[in-house]
């Protein structure tokens, strides 16, 4: 790269509008949406669609919703010629829904233009040609007075042969291409000229559509542009003002979006932002700005893996997963404290209020995406990612403490792993640390009994270190009883229990937290059917992973128990 660029890439040249309007406009409606998936999106694919796919494409086009669809550029090639007739001739476009096309501004390319659109109910044909300076003399080999007259000569035949044909209604486009890299006075004289020319009225307007071909500004600059020309441009009551940005700085978005605020009406782009080199703006990021902003976009994206899955499809390109609202990752939060207060807000969530969760512009489920892919739990995580996947996908509740610890063990896991851990992962080093955790002491029966004095006596068929054993102890509930009956010499810190499922096939889930002496304090956890049986386990899963040294997990400030809130055990 060069120390100094700015000799090789003069700096954009902006329009002067110090009274601009914009910057304190609020969108409050969708635009006029265009889709040019089958026409720009297509002549930049590596393999452009055939028939087939141009006609599946189309389908989904009409059910998201579009109402103007650009189908193709009949004159280039058979494929789009035969696109155009087919779906004319088998009626596959609805009548709320007009097909558009695209032709140079030459003689042969517009009538055979006409020729795939005979028989159309309404179709928009959109003539255009650069305007630039430097695609005047390279492209065009001509200057300001050539490149007006061949948009004239473009606009008079095609009304001389939509005149021809009045069976269709026809919608007639200008765009102005490259406009935006054009002196802002010629790109208004050649589409004032054009319009006098084709003589739209409020009844019949015309589109007047201003592409950045090439986006070559901040989006402010590009915005200016748009709103002197809407504030210029000849019968503007009778002027459907379009824009087309393309993404090569980045802010095809920004840049549309502004526009409308500019005084455009209607947006041409395509799904995903495909299009020429680095694309064209992304209909689908627009119209779910629009949407969490409380704004209908009249797009439906209900669904929208499924649309695109069939775009990916389609265009053999994959969408990223960090594209905005659709990529496989955006509904993902790894680091801890983004889990942390996700899971905050959706357990906070009241039914009707609006949407407040941190973190996630949008509610996942509006666009089909589910809650479980919320929240992904790497090296970066934290406890709160951790327990919600546990609690959503295996119903466990671990206290607040454990959450802790076992966040500690999970991020030993990561750390080593590198690798993402799923609900299954987590699930999986659960039941290793704690449910396995049966040895050297592993309870397989015991008798229970509850004494007028309140005090329960335990007898229990032990195996401690490979040998079978039968112990006796009491206290005032089988926790006590069973440290009694171990004679161990220890404190139980916290205890916490809740069901797993309901019905007959409930389940009890039994947190403990245990500490030897001269001991850090550590959890252990036990689920079965039977509510005591499960409190044993989890006191002896406890036991057997502070003598295997797997305590000392939880982190500094909290080895020391804290003064106990719950009773220890039920009595029932
Ligand atoms: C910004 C956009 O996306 S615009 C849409 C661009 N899309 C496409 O080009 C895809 C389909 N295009 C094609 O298949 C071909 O370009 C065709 C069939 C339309 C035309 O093919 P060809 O006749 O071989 O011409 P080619 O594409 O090389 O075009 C260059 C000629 O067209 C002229 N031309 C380019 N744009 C225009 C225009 N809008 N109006 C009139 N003439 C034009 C050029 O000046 C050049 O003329 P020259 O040969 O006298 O120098
Ligand atoms: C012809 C126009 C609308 C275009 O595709 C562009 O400028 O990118």
Known sequence: MLADPSQKYPPFSPIALPDRQWPGRVLRSAPQWMSTDLR??????IEPLDGEAKLRFFQLLVAIGFKEIEVAFPAASQTDFDFVRRLIDEGHIPDDVTIEVITQAREDLICRTFDALRGARRAIVHLYNATAP??????????????????LAGTRLIRKLADADPATDWVFQYSPETFSATEPEFALEVCNAVIAAWEPTPERKMIVNLPATVEMSTPNHY????????????????????VHPHNDRGTAVAAA??????????????????????????????????????????????????VQRQVEDFNRLPVHPRHPYAGELVYTAFSGSHQDAIKKGLDARRPGAPWQVPYLPLDPADVGR???????????SGKGGISYLLQSEYGLQLPRRMQIEFSRLIQQHTDTSGREATADDLYALFCRHYLESRAPYRCHSFAQ?????????????????????????QGGGPLEALLDALDLDARIGDYHEHALGSGADAR??????????????????????????????????????????????LPAGHEELPPRTVPLIYSR
């Open 40 to 45: 720009d999106g297509n002549q930049a694919l």
């Open 134 to 151: 430097q695609w005047r003399e390279t492209v065009f080999a001509s200057d300001r007075a050539g490149v007006k007259a061949l948009a």
């Open 223 to 242: 915005v200016d542009q748009i709103e002197w020309m809407h504030r210029h441009l000849a019968r503007r009551d009778s002027v459907v003002l379009s």
């Open 257 to 306: 979006e502004l526009a409308l605020l500019a005084g455009a009406e209607r947006v041409e782009g395509c799904l995903f932002g495909n299009g020429e080199r680095t694309g064209n703006v992304d209909l689908v990021t627009l119209a779910l700005n629009l949407y969490s902003q409380g704004v209908a976009p009249g797009l439906d994206f209900s669904d929208i893996d499924a």
């Open 370 to 380: 589910s809650y479980d892919a919320v929240i992904r739990v790497n090296s970066q």
């Open 449 to 473: 009994q509850r004494r007028d004095d309140g005090t329960t006596t335990l007898s229990l068929q032990l195996e401690q270190h490979g040998k079978n054993r039968s112990v006796h102890g």
């Open 508 to 553: 009890a889930a039994c947190y403990v937290e245990l500490q030897l002496p001269g001991q850090p304090a550590c959890y252990g956890a036990g689920i079965d059917r039977n509510i005591t049986a499960a409190a044993i386990d989890a006191l002896l899963s406890a036991l057997n992973r502070s003598l295997e040294g797997e305590a000392g997990t």
